[in-house]
């Protein structure tokens, strides 16, 4: 039983490795293009652009790797592919507002 039980473990946690290398990998893009669109002074509306261009391809690994791993749990693909590009579009679009709203509040710190 406790073997069971350990080589059930064993497995899970291959899987979950499988989403958190493109998931860290994922997040540090956007923390770094954050970090360097602030150094160029990109413009919060041109900012959500900068994004994808910077990180669209940490976001398709990891859209992939969630795919793969909802499959290989039973979830159709279809699903998988939506549930996957949902959790994509909201790193990128939770990033672009941290971005706006540090943008609006260095431009009022600037203006006092």
């Known amino acids: 039983m406790i073997i069971l039980t350990m080589a059930s473990a064993m497995y899970l946690a291959g899987l979950q490795a499988a989403i958190t290398g ?9 923390k770094k293009a954050e970090a ?54 909201d790193g990128f679009t939770s990033s672009a507002q941290t971005y706006k709203y540090s943008a609006s509040a260095a431009s009022k710190a600037e203006a006092n």
Do not use: H
């Not at 493109?22 to 956007?30: D, E, K, Q, S, V």
């Not at 994004?51 to 749990?73: E, H, I, P, S």
């Open 36 to 89: 360097s669109a602030k150094t160029e002074k990109i413009a919060p509306d041109a900012y959500a652009d900068y994004l994808r261009a910077a990180c669209g391809t940490q976001g398709d690994r990891l859209k992939a790797a969630l795919v793969a791993f909802d499959v290989k749990n039973g979830v159709s693909r279809t699903r998988a592919s939506n549930d996957a590009s949902t959790d994509v579009t």
């Open 22 to 30: 493109p998931r860290i990998a994922f997040t540090n893009c956007l």
